[in-house]
Structure formats: C-alpha cells, structure tokens
C-alpha cells in the first residue's frame, strides 16, 4: 500500500459521512477541506474538469486533501500561527454576549444583525444580515443564534420552545415579504437550511436545499416555471434531506440516477426530461422509505425542525468534532442555522449559480475572477458535474477558452455582479470570496467571505490595497501570515500534475526539488559536475558532506531533527531538504535505497517536498516563484516599523550575498569551521589537531591562517558597513578526524610520524559524548593557538579589507562558555593578539569586539558575571534547547514527532522557541547581562531567528537583533515588524 492511498483512506476514514455520498458531493467536501489548508490553492482555480479528466482530478484533489489532513493529523501544525488566523476571522471573545434574542431576521424591511456580530450568528448569518443592510439582493432568511446550538444539543436534540415560536414569527415574515406561503400547494416558499459557525469549517457541516416541497407543493412550484424544474429541485431536496437529516446513504441516490440517464442515454443531469424525473422522484420516495421504515416527511414545518436539528446536530459529528480539536476551535462555540428562501439558478437558460473572488486568488492581480454554471444549483458548480464557464474574460483557463463568459451571457447580471462586488471589497476592505444565484435574470448574493489566496496573492492584494487606500501599511504588513513567506522564496511543486508520495519527513527546508538520486557527497559533486540535478540522500549528514550538498538540488535523510546538521545547513544554502525520514532503508553499499517494499537505486528520479517533508517517486514539475515589485515593497515598509534588526548566519561570501539582498542587516553568525573541509584544507585542519606537539601545532596553523583570513576578507567585503560575528572553532575534533586508512596515511606523512602513532592520538582523542565534549572554548583552552591563530585571521583581515576603504566591524564570538574564567582567559588572550596584529597595522581603526555565546544553560544563570569579560552575547538558541531540556538535536527524530502527536508538546522546540522553559534561560540571561552592563548587545545566532512565533518572543525580551539563514531574511524582517505593529497597539 502506498503512502498516498493510505492517507486517502486515512481522509475518508475521518470524513465517514462524506465518503458516503456522490462523486459530486464528495469531491466538493474534499476541494473545501482543501481551500481550507492555508497553502492550498483556492476554490476558483478549481477549473480544470472537462467532463472526462472528472474521475483523475477527483483522485488528484482527495489526494491533495488528504495530505492535509495527514498533517493536520500528524500535529504538524503552526499552533500560533494558526491561532492568529482565526483572530483575523473574527473570533474575539468565547462567550457570544447574550442579547436575549435567538432567531435574527435579515429582508428587506428588517435586519436584526451586522457584520460584527458572527460570535451569534456565525461568520455566514452576520454577512447576510449585512449585506442586507448595504442593500445588497439578498433573499430573506432569518438566522437561529449559535447559543441555541448549545441548547439543542444540551436538551439531547429537542429545540426550546420559545424558539420554535420564533422562527414560526421570522418564517411568517418571510413569507409576507416573497408573497408565498409555507406548504401553499399553489404558491409554496422553499427555503434552504445552511449552517454557519464562527470561523469557516469548510465541509464539515450540511446544507439542506428547496426544502419545503412535497407531493403537492412540487404542482405548485411547477407553475412558476416547469415541470421538470419543479421536479429536478424535488429530487434535490429528497436527496440532500434523505441525506443529512435521515441518513440515508448518498450512493443510492446516485445509482438511480445514473440509471435514469444511462435509460435516456444522456450524461448531464439536465437532459433528463420531466418524464425520466418524475420516475426518479418516485424512486427516491422509495429508498427513503425503505430505509428509514418511514414515509418521506411530507409535512414541510416537521421538514423544517428536522433539517434544523440536522444542522445543529452536525456540530457535533465525529468530522466537525476532529475538524475543532485540530484547529483549537471551542466546543461551546456552536453553529448557527439560516434559513433562507430559496433562489433558483436551475429554472432555465437565464439562471445561473456561481463561486467568485474580487480578486484573483492565486496571483493576486486586481481581476474579478469566477466561475458559475447555466440552469444549475447549489453545489453543481463545485461538484464537477459539468465544466463550469469562466464568469469574465479574466477568468479564462486553457480548458475553458472556448466557453461563453457571463458577462456575455448575461451582460446585466454582470454589470450588477461587478458593482456589488466593488462595493462589498470596500465596504470589508478586503478580498472577498463570493456565491451567486441568478433566476430569470436577476441576480441574488448568498454569501460573502474574507477569500483565501496563496502566499504570492496575499503579498499582492495587500499592497496593492494599501496603495489603493484601502487599508494601513500597518494592516497590509499585519496581514501577511510570516511563515508562509517560505512559499515565495522557494520553488514550489506544481501539483496540478501529482506524484505519488512513498514517504514522509520532517520538512526541514522549505522548497521543492528534483533529480537523480545519490548516496555519496562525491557522487552528488561528480553527477552535477557532469550537469546533472541530484538529490542526496544520507543517513544523516556531517560536515564532510558540504561540498556534496552544495552540488545537490535538495538533501533527503534518514535520521535527524529539525536543526540537524542536514536541516541547518539546507536551510542556510537555501536548499530543499526532508530530514528524518525514518521510512527509508539505505544501503550504501548497494548504492541502494528502500522505503517499504520500493527499491530505489543511484541514478533514480525522485521529488522532495520541503515544505512538506513529502518524498516522490519520479520527477514533479517545479514551479519557480517569481519575487514581484510587491514583495519588495512590502519588506521595505516592514523596516519602518520593526525595531529588532535582522542579521543573518553565513559562513561564505556567497551566502552574505544572497542575505544581504534579502536585506540582511549584518552576520550574526559566521561558523569557520565550515571553511576547513575543503579540499587542500581538509588536511592542514588534521595536522594541527593531531600534531604531537606545539610546534607542529603551529606549522599546521600557520598553513591555515592565510586560507582563513582570505574567507574573512571576502565576507568584510560583501557585508560592507555591516557589522559580522564570527565565531571561533567550536564542533567537537572528531568531526574533522580522518577515518579512513589512505585519510589517516596522508596525515602520518604530513605530519612525519608513523600511523601507528596517528592511530594512537586518534584513540586517545575518542569521546563517549562529543557534543558534550572537548568542543567549543575547551578547545580554545587547552590548544590556545587554535583562537589565537583564529583571533590574528580576523583582524589581520579586517586590517587590510580597511585599509582598501572597506567599513569593517568585525566581532569576535566565543562559543560554549560555561564559565566566566573561560572567557576572562580568552579574551586576555584575544585582546593581546589584537594589539599586536593592531601594532602591525599602525593606524587602522579596526578595533574588535569581544563576546560570547550563551547557550550552556550555566552561562545563562550567571550571565551577569559573564558580561564583566563580554561585549556581547549571542543566544545560541539550538544548543541551548539541546542542552536545557536534555534532547539531542541529531537524535530527537525518533520520539520527539510522537510527543508532538499526542500532544505532549505543542512544537518542536528546535522549532519555535520553548517560551515558558528555554525561553527563561533567555530571559534570565538578557536580565542579568544587562544588569552589569546596561548597553550589552544581545542577540540570537539560533534557527529560532528564522521563526516568526519566537522573533515576536525575542522582541519582546528586547532583544537588538535576530540572525537567521539568509532565505529566512525576509520572514523575520515581517515578524519583527508584526512584533513592534502588535506591542503597539497594546
Ligand atoms: P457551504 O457553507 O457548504 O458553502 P452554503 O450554505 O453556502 O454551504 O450552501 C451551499 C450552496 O447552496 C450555496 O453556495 C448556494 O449556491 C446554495 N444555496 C444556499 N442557500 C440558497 C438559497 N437560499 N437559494 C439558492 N441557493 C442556495
Ligand atoms: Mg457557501
Ligand atoms: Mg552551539
């Protein structure tokens, strides 16, 4: 079994309802669930259905969906972020304020509630009512309050009284205004039963259609019209009703309808004539009764509290209860019920229903953008019945360039569509998502919503609102959720044409990528030297695979967290990179992978998701985003506001590029190491660890110091004016220990010694728990050299980059202090090496800095006596994570995404910062720091600088600045313009 079937089982499993009904309903839950996934694209792009791709592009969207609902499942969702988006829909406070009144009427004489008041009435109800208001056509309806959810289901499904008695009152208002009558045979009102809680639920909950109708109201309906649109609505009703409120299972239903057209031998629902309706009618009456062991209810009020209750009930389904714990949403909250009267798109040629946007969802451009089908209802034109026609020129698709537009169909209609629309974008000030029904030419507004739109649209529709005045600078820039500012950096997976998913893993580093699969850092260099795209795959990385995963396109591991060696470095290259993917069986020898009962060999196409942590057989379309002029003007008013300055972790010339065109306003973070395993280096970094004495040591050395000091030249270079920390050697030695015999055999000779001698250091060097090892300013302690050599590279390079002109502000970081008197040393000893390098230079300016780390939780607790010897700290984020709550970065792959799951945890805290436990250390930390020295610099060298939900925490701890990987830039330039727009306003 795959992992896509699987999931989709996994979908229909949580949506048991659903899955029991038609093509058509289904693939309209699922397409809803799927807009509801915040990265999804949304429901008007939907449009790709000709009648015969209808079966694949079912398949395609119940995939699509379930791969958000496995996630959702899997816990892998932004708690915060999520949090902050429902704020945005409104949800203000938990208890509605009780105003006495529970059944709110919306037409044209009286409206009972506005926009503001979706706590009572659900986001649904509140936007009829004011759009009633706005004198919008809207059909009149009247809206049960959302406390009467709670009721019904409180007295075990029986409705108080005194409501019943007041919707019997709205009911006879609506009646007086449409001029019809409830159960009239001559001339009956039909209504629909539409739920509407809060927040949106996409597909959770049920719509009851044209309810009202029976054996003789059906004659009276007819007379409006015709027959056969009296009776096409009749077995609407008999179907919706049967299902939702009776339980009668969708597919018998469906069955007899595909009878009656494969009898006529016809493929639309509407080329069945009266005749094959009436038939079909008569046999739904059937299943209905033969399954419920009752008559269909014929009396239309006994309809009406049964489709109510069905509507309030649904609240509490097995889906709608799932859907709430997923996304934090109350129980108590409850739905509200409209009832509203009907409106018919499928009485003719000049009737319509439609699904619109104000503006294009997936780019954002400023085109009305929609799409609507001729004589239908409902749901048809989400359901994929037919081939909806684009609404406008605009609108048009590939599949759909020969169709009539509505604007030429129906010009009038268009016209007023168009004015409404403009009216309702300003009237919310913001893109809206909108449902249409037009009978006989006139058109009707059945609903109105803030849209969903991808990241790019986002981006574009809030700028672009903000220029038009519409909004705040502030609210465009509030209004962009950070995290999915990933989506716009990095190319994205065109999933219109889908892959099959073999595995999942953590998504480590956002972006797709596709290539030949290797197992070996130098076969990733050799493949992509020859042109080739490759995807490495590792167990898990180490620091010799650098120049590998350089050459790859994006990285797969099988082991690792998210702020694994493979992760932290993906991200910094801007690569894709899965990590921990546990399913994944390698052989190296073999040059060989397994994942389930698929081999997959070197040379093999595969498709990373890191967005997702999804891994594809076979090779996806990649689609590259494209940064527009609005992207960049949104980071720019983001510098107005935010008072957290955004550095960068880069350990190369190229990389402090690529971040200061992100807009990097310094390195926060240069990790020298990284230059030592180069190739030609690789071996001078051996000689002086393993050299037997000091002054071999210092032969090796003075090999590296120029190759060191012509990394930082290049760095000053390009970080011009900006300041650059750069931290001294702090990975435990093993990891630049050679391993193999002909690795080991080049040192002994270099060093003049014998291997067995070599063989014998490298024992006497082994550690049973390096990370907690001889690493860091141990190093610096014990072979001093090592800084000093380090120390002299910095500034000798800073001296000669100066003396070209170039504005240096190098700072020194020590890494792993624990203690006061491990930095008091090495600041001794690096103040000396300055001064002399400074007497050799006379007359530069260059002068230094001096600080540390703080990420060994002891530094923190006495940070106030480790700021007498600091000019600065930095928070090492991940080790202090790693070392405050005991999880070791590189091993939590196995336990830490069950923690996750069961709710033990919220996130990953490599993720996003632990506020209540690491996030104290911080704190204490930054207290105490600044307590002895008040104008300490402080700042965060950890990849929770990347993270939007820690930047707000680091703002508000005041912190002066943040250092994330360059393609993390932007994201926290946002977040930290949120931070200040958010401490502002309280
Ligand atoms: P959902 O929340 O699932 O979108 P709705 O309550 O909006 O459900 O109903 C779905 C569709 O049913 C609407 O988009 C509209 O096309 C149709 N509908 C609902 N109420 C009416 C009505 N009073 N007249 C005509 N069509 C209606
Ligand atoms: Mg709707
Ligand atoms: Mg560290």
Redo the contacts with the bound molecule.
Sequence with gaps: MTARKSSAANAKKKSTRKAGRSVGKRKKSVA?KRSATRKSAPKASRKKASPKTVRKRATAKRARSAKGVAKGVSGAKPARGKKSEKGEMGAKSTKPSTTGRRVFFFGARRVDGHAEMREILGG?GANLAEMTTLGIPV?P?FTISTEVCGEFNARSGRLPVAVKADVRTALANVERLMDLRFGDPECPLL??V???SRV?M??M?D?V?NLGLNDETVVGLAARADERFALDSYRRFIQMYGDVVLGVPHDRFEHRLDAAKAARGVAHDMDLTAIDLRRVVAEYLEIVEEHSRNPFPQDPLEQLWGAIGAVFSSWENQRAVAYRRLNDIPDEWGTAV?V??????NMGADCA?G?AFTRNPSTGERNFYGEYLTNA???D?VAGIRTPQPINETSRAADTMDLPTLESEMPRAYKELTRIYKRLEKHYRDMQDI?F?IQQGKL?M??TRVGKRTAGAAVRIAVDMASERLITRAEAIMRIDANSLDQLLHPTIDRSQLLEVIARGLPASPGAAVGEVVFSAEQAETRAKGGAKVILVRMETSPEDIVGMHAAEGILTARGGMTSHAAVVARGMGKSCVAGCAALAINYEKAEMRIGDIAIAEGDELTLDGSTGEVMLGSAPTVVPELGGAFTELMKWTDRYRTLRVRTNADTPQDAEVARRFGAEGIGLCRTEHMFFEPGRILAVREMILAPDVHAREMALAKLLPMQRGDFEGIFRVMDGLPVTIRLLDPPLHEFLPQTDEDIRSVADALDTSVGDVRHKLKSLHEFNPMLGHRGCRLGITYPEIYAMQVRAITEAACRVAADGVKVKPEIMIPLVAHERELARLRELSVKVIADVRREYSGTRVRPTIGTMIEVPRAAMTADDIARHADFFSFGTNDLTQMGYALSRDDVGNFLPHYVDEGLIDTDPFVSIDESGIGQLVELGVQLGRKTRPNLKLGVCGEHGGDPASVRFFAALGLDYVSCSPYRVPLARLAAAQAALEARAE
């Design positions: 809803k649904k059909p309806g209504v629909s539409r739920s509407g949106s996409p597909g909950m719509t259609l409209n509203q009267s009907m409106v018919f798109g229903t699904v209802q409902g749901e034109v449902e029904t009707w059945l609903q």
